[in-house]
């Protein structure tokens, strides 16, 4: 699309609501997937409005190639990958450079969470797909990632859950889609640990004020807590379906 | 966050309050930080109101790792004259989605005296063993320790077929080769 004709499109009409009519604090609807996978040790599926990201996760294993193992805790690996599809113009399936900062910032939210003190020398391994992106890929990856960790039955401090807010038109917004990422004026993840209230990943593009930025925050970490109580379902939706097998 | 549960039996997930240090001692699956404790995994939580402990019991597989001390299952990947590779597929009862490498030496192998360590097992062989020590970066193994451990399954090296065990030789019954091994009290009948 020229850029002329998506500035004529208002990102929020008059009545305030979103283009896809949404309230300013509203969230994309979040289904959530415990345990998709059977030959990963642990796995999630997430889909958070037109977004649609499957973790899968190994390990504790034995570390490749050795020398990468640590003496004295586990070695979280994990590789965030965008499907060649999951874009409309189709995506190099490359790792890119954006992907590889990705990957290291979403196992540096995880990595507080994570009792990898327990499983020395050995490394875990989280390989996140994302099936198709709509913009705060990354929040959605890190809520799905720990579920994908819980379900691997790795020992965690708390689950973390990631949610992203900005600015767009002038208007603080929460969960950004696509469009409001590239043509608002400002994107905020961040990505929380509600019980130990604990922010392990900020981050931001575009320009805001101290005032805003602060307001944005607080709104992200609403909506981080919003998320949270969906992950604890999702988790519990897991167990209630293995114990249904179980009785049967 | 949520009001501290005072009752067994509940679903909780890593992170869930469950109680103060003052009322319970933490027991398995459950950390403490800042006096309070919480479940560290996924399960129902369990509380011992004798013993005044606290723990999660696991609804879901739980990670593991070979430790010091669990029987271990696994393939001779490698044998050489003192030592023999084990690559580890099985701990305890729970098959491994991966392999951990483990070393068996020659003097962890049997009660008696062993020459070498093609008298004890042979390339491709399924072994039970124990994990005696993790230093040094290696999964020590040693199958001297109980009638239990040693080879389950043994393959001639002529031909390849499973060998029947003979009271002290093995014998093959495809090409009539006798070997020798540090053999298992359940021979031929353990569970892979």
């Known amino acids: 699309m020229p850029a002329k004709a998506q500035e004529k499109q208002k990102l929020i009409d008059k009545e305030g609501k979103r283009i896809d009519g949404r309230n300013p604090d509203e969230l994309r609807p979040i289904k959530i997937e415990v345990g998709v996978l059977s030959n990963a040790d642990g796995s999630a599926y997430i889909e958070q409005g037109k977004c649609k990201i499957l973790a899968g996760v190994y390990g504790p294993r034995e570390t490749h190639p050795k020398h990468l193992a640590l003496p004295d805790r586990a070695l979280l690996q994990c590789r965030y990958h965008m499907a060649p599809f999951s874009v409309e113009e189709r995506k190099s399936p490359a790792p890119s450079r954006r992907e590889i900062e990705l990957s290291k910032v979403i196992r540096e939210a995880l990595e507080p969470a994570v009792f990898l003190e327990y499983y020395p020398r050995t490394s875990i391994d989280l390989f996140i797909e994302v099936l198709q992106a709509d913009g705060g890929t990354r929040g959605a990856a890190i809520t799905m990632a720990s579920l994908a960790l819980a379900d691997a039955g790795i020992p965690m401090k708390d689950l973390v859950v990631a949610c992203a807010a900005g600015k767009v038109e002038g208007k603080l917004v929460l969960d950004l889609s696509d469009a409001e990422d590239k043509l608002g004026e400002a994107d905020l993840p961040v990505a929380y640990m509600p019980t130990i209230d604990a922010v392990t990943l900020l981050q931001m593009d575009g320009n805001l004020t101290l005032e805003e930025f602060e307001q944005t925050v607080n709104m992200a970490l609403n909506g981080c807590k919003q998320i949270y109580k969906i992950q604890k379902e999702a988790l519990k939706a897991k167990y209630v379906a293995l114990k249904e097998v179980a009785e049967e | ?192």
């Open chain 2, 1 to 192: 966050m949520s009001k501290p549960k005072r009752k067994s039996g509940v679903f909780v997930t890593p992170g869930d309050r469950l109680g103060v240090i003052e009322e319970f001692s933490p027991g398995p699956g459950t950390y403490v930080r800042q006096g309070t404790i919480y479940a560290k995994i996924t399960g129902r939580s369990l509380i011992d109101l004798l013993n005044k402990e606290v723990s999660v019991y696991p609804v879901i597989r739980t990670a593991v790792v070979p430790r010091t001390g669990s029987i271990v299952i696994g393939q001779v990947a490698q044998t050489q004259n003192q030592t023999a590779n084990i690559s580890i597929t099985k701990i305890g009862k729970r098959a491994l989605n991966g392999e951990f490498t483990g070393v068996l030496h020659i003097s962890d192998a049997s009660p008696v005296y062993q020459e070498s360590m093609f008298d004890v097992c042979k390339t491709g062989d399924i072994v039970r063993a124990k994990v005696v020590s993790e230093a040094n970066r290696t999964f020590h193994l040693s199958t001297a320790l109980d009638r239990m451990l040693g080879v389950i399954y043994a393959f001639c090296s002529n031909c390849g077929h499973m060998l029947q065990w003979r009271r002290t030789k093995m014998r093959c019954p495809n090409c009539g080769r006798i070997e020798n091994r540090k053999v298992a009290s359940d021979y031929g009948k353990g569970e892979i």
